[in-house]
């Protein structure tokens, strides 16, 4: 039976407020994942709210983890972070 592919996909070391942002999307259901492209690259897939998006972009090892976390961070921030427009209009 032949081997699958070893594929390196790099390493990264988040810190406190990505691992923060990380649960935070656990836990709120929104997930976000590599999806792989060949050997050496890979897509984002973010499910969220019901839907499902798939990065434009694919990106390599050097890369991937660290875009993985700024989307944690971006949808954290998007759900936990009050707007002074939101608050000042009662929304």
């Known amino acids: 039976m032949a081997k699958k592919p070893v594929c390196n996909m790099g390493r ?3 810190d406190e ?4 942002a990380y649960s935070w999307c ?3 259901k929104i997930l976000i994942s590599p999806k792989p492209k060949n050997t050496s690259s890979w897509y984002i ?4 709210n019901g839907k499902s998006s798939i ?3 694919a990106y390599h090892k050097d890369d991937i983890w660290k875009k993985l976390y ?5 949808y954290y921030d998007k759900y936990t972070t009050v707007s002074c427009c939101s608050v000042a209009s009662g929304n």
């Open 17 to 20: 407020h990505e691992l923060d």
């Open 70 to 74: 700024e989307y944690y961070k971006y």
């Open 45 to 48: 897939e973010i499910n969220a």
């Open 26 to 28: 656990i836990n709120n």
């Open 12 to 14: 990264y070391i988040p």
């Open 55 to 57: 990065s434009p972009v």
